[in-house]
């Protein structure tokens, strides 16, 4: 069997390969966690992307599936954990973790877990119209926006805030709850009330709460998928 590595989708997947590794050393290395946050959203494009030029140019292929789960728990699963731990070392704690560094190791815990949830993906055929768990890049984009707000607002992240997500958001991606995707079935109301409504509360959040929209708009996510399971 030929394999073609140099494909525009894999490319597209390598940007986002890269933009995960450079947000790690923005993060670890220069301390600048809003580029490091940017970086991620870029990559976070170039994912969307590269699965879209795939259909288009009928491209997929098992490398690229694999590629970009490799990608993905750099992206969406190393570089976040980097900019927990770049905040960890940064902040005060309340409960005596001024004095002790090594808990902030802790915060990795979240990059097994995020490469568990994309094993997972690859193999789930149930996940074709919702998924198992928190998808990477939600949880990603939420532990990334406390050092994007810690940063930009000089606003005091408790180190105990940085270990909580990593937990929590790591468990959310290897849980059993099923979350709705944003793939509408046309474009009409019925069938698709729940992604309206989402998208709506978005548009409202957003200019509100400017950057604190973003861990709002994951934690109103994790919410409505919580109030979908109790409905059935």
């Not at 193999?123 to 990477?136: A, M, N, V, W």
């Amino acid at each position: 069997m030929k394999i073609r590595l140099i494909t525009i989708p894999n490319l597209l997947t390598l940007s986002n390969l890269l933009c995960g590794s450079l947000a790690a050393v923005m993060a670890l290395s220069f301390g600048d966690l809003t580029t490091a946050f940017a970086l991620i959203v870029a990559a976070a494009l170039f994912d969307f992307l590269d699965g879209f030029v795939a259909r288009l140019l009928h491209q997929s292929s098992p490398i690229g599936l694999q590629l970009d789960s490799l990608a993905d728990d750099i992206t969406f699963g190393f570089a976040p954990a980097a900019i927990l731990f770049a905040l960890y070392d940064r902040m005060p704690g309340l409960t005596g973790l001024d004095q002790i560094f090594w808990p902030a190791f802790g915060v990795f815990f979240f990059t097994a877990c995020a490469a568990l949830r994309l094993a997972k993906f690859n193999i789930d055929d149930t996940q074709r119209t919702e998924f198992c768990g928190l998808p990477s890049p939600a949880a990603a984009l939420f532990c990334a926006s406390l050092g994007l707000i810690g940063e930009r607002y000089a606003l005091p992240v408790p180190r105990e805030a940085t270990l909580a997500a990593a937990a929590i958001f790591g468990l959310l991606m290897v849980s059993p709850l099923r979350m709705f995707a944003l793939k509408f079935h046309g474009f009409g109301w019925r069938g698709n009330e729940v992604r309206y409504a989402f998208l709506a509360a978005c548009v409202v959040l957003i200019p509100l709460l400017r950057l604190f929209a973003i861990p709002a708009i994951v934690a109103l996510y994790v919410l409505v998928s919580l109030v979908r399971r109790s409905g059935r």
